[in-house]
């Protein structure tokens, strides 16, 4: 840090990292750009980063993880809340009629793979974790009963009372098959929503739109379960009303009933999942209990999370990867080895266990949405580079050429990534943002 701050060239480097919002973790990149006149062939302008400081030009990674990078999670929380958002009350290129439209918010949570240690809360008072007079005795010789009042940050929250009781191939087989889960619930949810004002699924989509945008949550035990916003549209989507005859009732009725018969199988182990018992469904209403700007909150706060509460790694595990070795609590590391061991089987291939130890078997994406739900994040990344790129024009930062008459040629190559500790501390100091905590990047 002492050596950054005493370089010649640290403003330079300062105005990158601002540049980048103090990503803790930048690409570098090492070449040159060049623009043409298209008729003459002369060249107008050149940037190289040869006069860059140590030669590189630092862009941001533009990751999603917070534990690796908060101030690029950060970007990426407040791009997911406001395409959730536009597809509650409008905006960004939805209209803002979008807010009439009967909208659900739905948690689909797994099944019990397990009794666990939880924190459990009634009338604001802290209860007992499982206190049971006549608990029974495991075969493994532990009492199923904890009466303890957890801490909201008790590390023990999560884990099983008896880890030899415990369903860890389950659990990561639940995570890996949830992405086809989810995917058989839209489906059974638009087959029963069809069925209930008597049309097929075809016709159905003739008059109604079913929209949804979804985030998956990691919950302490190591299983995920999905957020999801879903809302009723027109044939054109967010342009059109749905029908009269298109009610809020009948889409909660649909939700629950496709919740409760979807089922996905993993035929090589026989073993079948379906959602867990605990099903929340709320209606969003603009001055209700549930707000549209606490819902996109909500889950735009999850979209920037990993398996971190679980108290595992960010980062992939190698096969042959020292377990024992690994800094991760026993619950995760036990997680990761049902993984490995299932991820070697020939029939599991496809699930890819392996590959995906770390996220305890989740290979899905975090955040998903359907096509006509709202504006995109490609079309919201686009639209800041290209207020930056007037900013910069603007102010003379940038040369103005007209782009039909200028031919553009540019020369990439990868350099490296990252910061030092030290430098990491100057970033956190330039942009206001603070590193991880100890429990993110190992």
């Known amino acids: 840090m002492i050596s950054r701050l005493h370089d010649p060239e640290y403003n330079r480097w300062a105005c990158q990292i601002k540049r980048t919002g103090g990503c803790r973790q930048p690409i570098h990149l090492r070449g040159k750009v060049e623009h043409y006149d298209r008729a003459t062939g002369r060249l107008l302008h050149r940037y190289s980063t040869r006069h860059e400081p140590n030669g590189v030009l630092r862009v941001a990674c533009k990751t999603r993880r917070a534990s690796r990078c908060p101030a690029c999670a950060e970007v990426y929380r407040a791009d997911t809340y406001q395409l959730i958002r536009a597809g509650l009350v409008g905006g960004k290129g ?32 802290v209860l007992p974790c499982h206190a049971r007079r006549d608990a029974e005795v495991c075969p493994h010789g532990r009492t199923m009963s904890c009466a303890k009042r957890h801490r909201a940050d008790d590390p023990c929250l999560g884990e099983p009372l008896c880890p030899d009781c415990y369903d860890y191939d389950g659990s990561v087989l639940f995570n890996a098959i949830s992405p086809e889960l989810w995917r058989r619930f839209t489906l059974a949810l638009r087959r029963r929503f069809a069925r209930l004002n008597g049309l097929t699924v075809r016709a159905l989509r003739e008059h109604v739109g079913i929209a949804f945008a979804k985030v998956a949550e990691y919950q302490r035990r190591g299983v995920v379960h999905f957020h999801a916003v879903i809302r009723l549209d027109g044939p054109d989507g967010p342009d059109s009303p749905p029908p009269p005859w298109a009610m809020a009732d009948a889409l909660e009725e649909s939700v629950r009933h496709a919740a409760d018969v979807v089922t996905a199988e993993v035929k090589p182990v026989g073993r079948t999942f379906r959602w867990g018992a605990q099903l929340d469904v709320r209606s969003i209403t603009l001055d209700g209990d549930l707000t549209e700007q606490a819902v996109a909150a909500y889950i735009a706060k999850y979209a920037t999370k990993a398996a971190e509460c679980v108290g595992t790694l960010d980062r992939r595990v190698q096969p042959l ?80 050429f007209d782009e039909d008459t200028v031919l553009v040629v540019a020369h990439w190559q990868y350099a490296g990534q990252g910061l030092s500790l030290g430098e990491q501390l100057l970033a956190a100091a330039l942009s206001g943002v603070p590193l991880p905590s100890a429990g993110g990047r190992r």
């Open 321 to 400: 990867d020292d377990l024992e070795a690994l800094p991760v609590r026993d619950h995760a590391r036990r997680l990761i080895a049902a993984c490995m061991r299932l991820g070697s089987e020939p029939g599991l291939a496809d699930l890819r266990l392996t590959h995906w130890a770390h996220m305890l078997g989740f290979r899905g994406h975090f955040s998903t949405k359907s096509r006509r739900y709202s504006t995109t994040l490609g079309a919201l990344r686009a639209a800041r580079e290209e207020h930056r790129r007037t900013e910069e024009i603007t102010t003379g930062r940038l040369p103005l």
């Open 94 to 125: 939805v209209p803002e009629t979008v807010s009439t439209h009967p909208c659900l918010f739905v948690t689909l949570t797994a099944p019990s793979f397990g009794t666990v240690h939880a924190r459990r809360e009634k009338n604001g008072k």
